[in-house]
């Protein structure tokens, strides 16, 4: 963003975050409750038809009213708060993970297999994120363990050229050579010595991949290729309640409105954090 | 052009054929060799073993996988794309019109993102930190934020619920009169307009400031010259090449949002296509979808690219 305000942010103390960026992390807290606790904070139970009246507005019993079924539309979205948040959160801890050793051992040991993984990865990403997806659950179907490994493998290659990006600086530096004459091993060297220095950008990485990572689970679901019902996860929801959008079903809204507050938080978040952390994230 | 300038850009190419070929080898093998045995596939479970090796020899598919790629993709960039599973129609008959379909919708797309992209890029890179500018930054934000049917059911509830100007999900088959035709076009179009110019303007916009803070602008500026010509004569024209290279990148965003799109309007193009066969399992269909989507992508990566490489004065 571009609200620059040098004359405020250099007289603070320097792990100060701006307002914005704490209620882009309350936010995120929030859905985080919500999804650990969903069981008992829902008020109906998941699959039972509570209604009378099917696509109900909002009403004291049915806060955020009905489902095309008459199901309570408040318990399903914070049952599908687990799908959402457990598969994004699962695929991008593995996409990063793999992404971000896989780029330090490229960066440090160069050569061949420096290029080599390059010109792979290269080539996997530029197939389109949506497209790949498509292609892999009509080979294996679409269980939840086969979305975490999908999502994982489509944002590995981001992650992978982002952090090699910064590592082979780091890998440049006077202490690498030295370490290398001291004799370390490739794992000491990419732990201890790397990955201190390029922690912050990374895990900064990791909360904007984790934006399309819940972006791209949403669109695959919403298409009926993601979770599978009876289970629902956000972009389930619109998919099922689609038939209510003709009269504006609250429905068919807020399972929308819960993935943007939730990417639009994590964005707010990151942009808001103190330069020290986040660095050369740009 | 000289021999660096042409150096460069027969490497470029060559780097995308290799790409294609990474990809054709990934498409293959996900969709021929993951899934399974072809033939029990089809004859499904309950077929005699002796079913099964008949038309596993009828199919070729007993023969090394190495072979059975190179006949493909012999066979793909022939024209011919074999046959589908689910109604046997030879899948380049179904593909051709559906591409055409998908073609006319990013071709009305491209005309009215590009423009008002342009404008809205270059007008908020000059009036940078204003509202105005604020006020598009939060829009492009947010529209990249949210997923694409969010953009498409919100269009829907404005356009159809609220003002009713146009119909909701309903894709009619009317399409002879010109009236019919706008109504039917209008609401993909707007989606898809939003998705990709979201992208467009941030990108445009980022390339003229990039250009606004050169040395010789600011030259320009303390000669006295005046805004309009700061920006005319002076940072336009050498953020051409950087603006172009952003709008072919940001119309790779179409694929994406095409997919969504047709799906939810219901859209006689080839990603409905696609998304419809990924739920048979019509993998012959799969493949080929997938393939002509990753050579459209391609093709505008590449077209970016070599945008990018002539625009740079100082490679003539």
Known sequence: MTLETP????????????????????????????????PHLAPYPIGEIVDQDYFGPMSRDFWLGSDYLGRDMLSRIVYGARYTLGISLAAVTMACTCGVVLGMSAAVAGGWFDSVLSRFLDAMSSIPSKLFALVVVSAVGSSIPVLIFMLAIIYTPGSYRFARALAVNIAAMDYITIARLRGEKMFHIITAEVLPNIIGPVLTDLGLRFVFIVLLLSG?????????????????????????????APAVILPSIAIATLTIAVNLFIDNLPVKIRDRSE | ???????????????????????????????????????????????????????RKAMQLDEPAFTRFITWIVAFFHGDLGISYANDMPVADMVGRRLLNSLKLASVTTAFAVPLSLFLGITTAVMRGSIYDRAVTIFTIGVIS????????????????????????????????????????AMPVITLTCVVSAQMIRMTRAAVIDALASPYVEMALLKGASRKRLVLSHALPNSLGPIANAMALSLSYLLGGVIIVETIFNY????????????????????????????????????ADLIAILSNPRLR
């Open chain 1, 220 to 248: 695959m679901s919403f298409l009926g290729l993601g979770v599978q019902p009876p289970a629902a996860d956000w972009g389930g929801l619109v998919r099922e309640n689609i038939d209510g959008l003709p009269f504006a």
């Open chain 1, 7 to 38: 004359s405020t942010t250099r007289r603070r103390p320097r792990y100060q975050i701006k307002l914005v960026g704490m209620l882009g992390l309350a936010i995120i807290v929030f859905w985080l409750i919500v999804a650990a606790f969903g």
């Open chain 2, 268 to 303: 006689p193009g080839i990603a409905k296509l696609m998304v419809d066969a990924v739920t048979t399992r019509d993998l012959p269909l799969i493949q080929s979808c997938a393939m002509i989507f990753c050579l459209a992508y391609l093709l505008l990566v590449t077209i």
């Open chain 2, 146 to 185: 949210i997923p694409e049917f969010m953009v498409a059911t919100t269009a829907v509830l404005i356009f159809a619920v609220y003002l009713k100007w146009l119909p909701a999900l309903s894709l009619t088959a009317d399409i002879d009169t010109l009236a019919g035709l706008l109504r039917a076009y």
């Open chain 2, 1 to 55: 052009m000289n021999k660096h300038i042409l150096f460069l850009i027969t490497n470029r190419i060559f780097i995308s054929m290799i790409t294609l070929l990474i990809i054709a080898v990934i498409v293959f093998v996900a969709t021929t060799l993951l899934p399974g045995d072809t033939a029990t596939i089809l004859l499904g479970q309950s077929a005699t073993p002796e079913a099964i090796e008949g038309l």
